[in-house]
C-alpha cells in the first residue's frame, strides 16, 4: 500500500474521530457546563476558607512580632494605605507612619533589651471576609503581659476590631484598631489601680494625623467597643461566596477533571491543618490533667521533645518517661498545671506528609501549699503524616518567661519550670538559653507572611485520581462539597464561640441568648442545667445586671478549640478553654479558669448553641493566687433564681482534683480518654 493511501486513510480516521468526539462533546454540553459551575463555585469557597486560615496567620505573625520588638516586620504586615489605632493614641496613617509610632512606642529602637518582656497574646478571631473575597473585617483578643525586670510588671487586655484587604493574592492590614480595656500594674492588678496610661502612649511626642476615631473612657471606666459582627442578622455566620463562574467558554471534561484533583488536594491540605491544629490543642489538655500516656500516644515513634536550657528527650518511650517524672499519671490533689496551647501558625508542606508549627503556650501551675507561678514560651513544632494520621515529629519548648506568682515578672525570673523532669535528657539542648531576661528571639520557621518566600518550595505534588465519567465526577465534587462545607462549619462554630466570649465580657445578654437553639441550655457552675432560651436568659442574670457598668470588669476569654462536626453537617461538639479576668474596682478581683464541652446545631443553615457547659477549674482571689487559696465550691444552685434541671455531672475545683469528660477520643490511637474516679453523675 503506498504512503499517500497510508495518509489518506489516516486523514480520514482523525476526522471521523473529531467528528465523533465533537458530537459526544455537544451530547454532554448541558452536564459539563453544571459541573463547571459547580466547580467554580467550590473553588471559591475553598478560596474563602484559606482567606481566613491567612487572614489568622497574618494577625497572629503581627502578635509574634510585637512580643520581640521587631517592628520593621510588623510594618510590613500594613498596606500602603494601613492605619494603626492604639488606645487614645489617635490614627497614624501610612507605613512610614506606622513605623514611627511602632518605633516610638518602642522607646526609638527594635527589638527587646535583656530584662524586657512584651508578651501580646492574639486570642478568640472572628473573621468575616467580604462576599467578593477582597475585603475582610476581624475581631481579635489581645492579653499582654509587659515589663522589665527589677523595675515595673503590667496587664493588660483589650479588643482588637481590624480590617484587612487582598492585594495580589497577598492579605494585608488595612486598619489596625485596639481598645484598650485595662493597663494596670501587676502589684494589686485592677481592683486596686486606676489604669495610669489613660490610654496614652506616645501621642505626646509623636502627634498623629487624626485624633482618635473613638472616644472613650479607660478603666475603671468601661466602654462596648463597635464590634462588627453586632451589625449582622447572624453573627459569626459564613457570608454566601461571590462567584463570576460561567460557562460561556466551555472546558473539556479533562480539565474538569484535572481542576477537580487540584481541588481536591487543597482541600486536603486545609483538613490536615485542621487535624494538626486539634491534636497540638488535645496535647495541651492532656499536659494540664497529668494524662502522659494519651499525652507521649500523640508522638511518632522517632519524635523528639527538646526543652531550651534544659535538653531533647529522643523516641516516644522516652518522651514518657520524661513526662512521668513531671509528677503522678492523672490529676492529683493540690495539684494545677494548666498548659495552654495558644496561637498557632501552621504550614503544611505540599505533599501532606509533614508540617511545621509555631504556638505560644501560657501556663498556671502550682503545688497547693508550697509554689505557684506563671510561665510563657513558643513552641516551634514539626508534625508527620502516619498511616494517614498526623502525629508530633518534634515538639521544641522554648520558654519565655517563668515567675513566682507572688512576685510577677517585674521582680523574679526563673529559667526553667519548677514542674521539671530529674532525668537526663539524650541530647544537650540546641538552644541553651531562652527565658527571660535574656533577649531572646525564638526562631521562626517562616518568613514574613506578606514580604517573605513560601515556607515550602511548590514542587509537583501528585494529585488524587479523579474520574472522568460526567456522573462520576458529579458524584467526586458532591463529596468535596461536604468535605468544604465541613471546613465552613467549623469556621462558623469558632467564630460563634467567641462572639459568645465577647458578648459575655460585655454582659450583652440579650445578645448572648441569640446565640442559642430555641431548645438549647447552659449549666455553668453547678448552678443546673437552664432549658430553652428564656431559661438561658434567666441564667445570664446570675452574672450581673446586663450592660456595661463601671468600675466591672468580666473579661471572658476561651480558646484553644477542638470542633468535630458530625458526618450530616448538622450536630458538632466542642472542647475548648476558659479564662476570665473579674472583679469589681476597690471590691475585688479574681481569676476563673475552666474547660467547654459544648454542643451546637445548625438550624436554617445558621450555626447554634445546644449546649453550652463549663467545667469550672478554680476561682482563685488575685491577691492570693493558686499556692494558699483556700478549698472553695462551685457557686452551685440560687434558690432565688432555680435551674430546671439539677447539674449532670459534679466536680470539685482545685485543690481538688478532677478530669472533665472528653467528648472525643485520642487522635492517634482512637482510644477513649477515661477519668478516674473523681467526677460522679448525679443521680
Known amino acids: 500500500m503506498s504512503s499517500r493511501l497510508l495518509a489518506s486513510i489516516a486523514a480520514s480516521l482523525c476526522i471521523g474521530v473529531a467528528a465523533c468526539g465533537s458530537r459526544k462533546d455537544e451530547a454532554q454540553a448541558p452536564q459539563l457546563a453544571e459541573l463547571q459551575r459547580t466547580l467554580s463555585t467550590l473553588e471559591a469557597r475553598k478560596t474563602r476558607i484559606e482567606d481566613i486560615e491567612a487572614i489568622k496567620r497574618l494577625q497572629r505573625a503581627y502578635g509574634y512580632y510585637v512580643d520581640e520588638g521587631l517592628w520593621d516586620e510588623v510594618v510590613e504586615l500594613f498596606s500602603s494605605d494601613g492605619s494603626i489605632e492604639i488606645g487614645l493614641d489617635g490614627v497614624y496613617v501610612g507605613r512610614d507612619r506606622i513605623r514611627e509610632y511602632l518605633y516610638a512606642l518602642g522607646g526609638g529602637k527594635a527589638g527587646l533589651s535583656e530584662g524586657q518582656l512584651n508578651e501580646h497574646m492574639q486570642l478568640m478571631p472572628v473573621i468575616t471576609v467580604s462576599p467578593d473575597g477582597k475585603t475582610a473585617r476581624g475581631t481579635w483578643r489581645a492579653l499582654m503581659m509587659a515589663g522589665e525586670l527589677g523595675k515595673h510588671a503590667v496587664w493588660g487586655e483589650g479588643p482588637y476590631e481590624n480590617e484587612y484587604v487582598k492585594e495580589d493574592g497577598v492579605w494585608k492590614i488595612r486598619k489596625l484598631h485596639w481598645f484598650q480595656t485595662v493597663i494596670v500594674p501587676y502589684e494589686g492588678g485592677w481592683v486596686r489601680h486606676e489604669d495610669p496610661t489613660r490610654g496614652k502612649h506616645v501621642s505626646g511626642t509623636l502627634p498623629p494625623d487624626r485624633p482618635p476615631s473613638v472616644e472613650y473612657g479607660t478603666w475603671p471606666d468601661t466602654f462596648l467597643p463597635p464590634f462588627h459582627f453586632m451589625e449582622t442578622e447572624q453573627p459569626g455566620a459564613i457570608p454566601t461566596v461571590t462567584t463570576t463562574a460561567s460557562a460561556d467558554v466551555q472546558e473539556s471534561l479533562e480539565s474538569l477533571a484535572r481542576r477537580a484533583a487540584r481541588l481536591a488536594h487543597e482541600v486536603q491540605l486545609l483538613e490536615d491543618q485542621q487535624s494538626i491544629e486539634a491534636l497540638q490543642r488535645t496535647y495541651g489538655f492532656y499536659f494540664d490533667k497529668a494524662l502522659w500516656t494519651h499525652a507521649a500516644d500523640l508522638f511518632a515513634d522517632d519524635a523528639v521533645l527538646e526543652i531550651a536550657g534544659l535538653g531533647a528527650f529522643v523516641g516516644r518511650t522516652r518522651i514518657l518517661e520524661f513526662l512521668r517524672q513531671l509528677g503522678p499519671e492523672y490529676p492529683s490533689e493540690g495539684r494545677l498545671y494548666d498548659h495552654m496551647q495558644l496561637q498557632p501558625i501552621v504550614h503544611v508542606a505540599p505533599d501532606g506528609r509533614s508540617a511545621k508549627g509555631r504556638w505560644r503556650f501560657f501556663d498556671q501551675a502550682a503545688i497547693h501549699g508550697k509554689f505557684a507561678e506563671w510561665g510563657v514560651g ?4 514539626e508534625y508527620v503524616k502516619d498511616g494517614g494520621v498526623w502525629k508530633i515529629r518534634r515538639l521544641h519548648a522554648l520558654p519565655t518567661m517563668y515567675t513566682s506568682y507572688e512576685d510577677g515578672w517585674g521582680k523574679s525570673a526563673r529559667p526553667l519550670p519548677t514542674f521539671m523532669s530529674s532525668i537526663k535528657p539524650d541530647r544537650p539542648p540546641s538552644v541553651s538559653r ?7 528571639v525564638a526562631p521562626f520557621h517562616y518568613e514574613n507572611p506578606v514580604t517573605g518566600a513560601p515556607v515550602y518550595d511548590s514542587d509537583a505534588v501528585d494529585l488524587p485520581a479523579v474520574p472522568s465519567d460526567p456522573l462520576e465526577l458529579r458524584s467526586f465534587l458532591a463529596d468535596l462539597e461536604r468535605r468544604i462545607g465541613r471546613l465552613e462549619d467549623e469556621a462558623q462554630i469558632e467564630n460563634l464561640h467567641a462572639i ?32 430553652g432560651k428564656a431559661s438561658v436568659r434567666r441564667n445570664l442574670n446570675l452574672y450581673g445586671e446586663q450592660g456595661i457598668h463601671h468600675g466591672l470588669l468580666h473579661n471572658h476569654m476561651q480558646y484553644q478549640p477542638v470542633i468535630h462536626v458530625a458526618d450530616d453537617g448538622q450536630t458538632a461538639m466542642m472542647r475548648s478553654r476558659a479564662f476570665s ?11 476563673m479558669g475552666g474547660v467547654y464541652e459544648n454542643e451546637f446545631v445548625k438550624v436554617d443553615g445558621v450555626w447554634k448553641l445546644k449546649k453550652d457547659q463549663v467545667f469550672n477549674t478554680y476561682f482563685v482571689p488575685y491577691d492570693v493566687g493558686w499556692k494558699n487559696s483556700p478549698p472553695r465550691p462551685a457557686p452551685g444552685i440560687t434558690e432565688s433564681n432555680p435551674p430546671d434541671r439539677p447539674p449532670t455531672v459534679y466536680f470539685e475545683m482545685y485543690p481538688k482534683p478532677f478530669l ?15 477519668a478516674p474516679e473523681t467526677a460522679r453523675s448525679y443521680e
Open 581 to 591: 479576668m473579674m472583679g469589681q474596682f476597690g471590691r475585688y478581683a479574681m481569676w
Open 500 to 531: 459568645y466570649g465577647y458578648y459575655l465580657a460585655t454582659n450583652q445578654w440579650d445578645r448572648l441568648t441569640e446565640l442559642f437553639a430555641e431548645d438549647g441550655t447552659i449549666e455553668i457552675a453547678l448552678r443546673g442545667v437552664y432549658v
Open 378 to 381: 513558643v513552641l516551634e513544632n
Open 434 to 440: 531562652s527565658a527571660y531576661p535574656a533577649a531572646f
Open 660 to 674: 472533665p469528660p472528653f467528648h472525643y477520643p485520642n487522635p492517634v490511637t482512637g482510644r477513649p480518654v477515661t
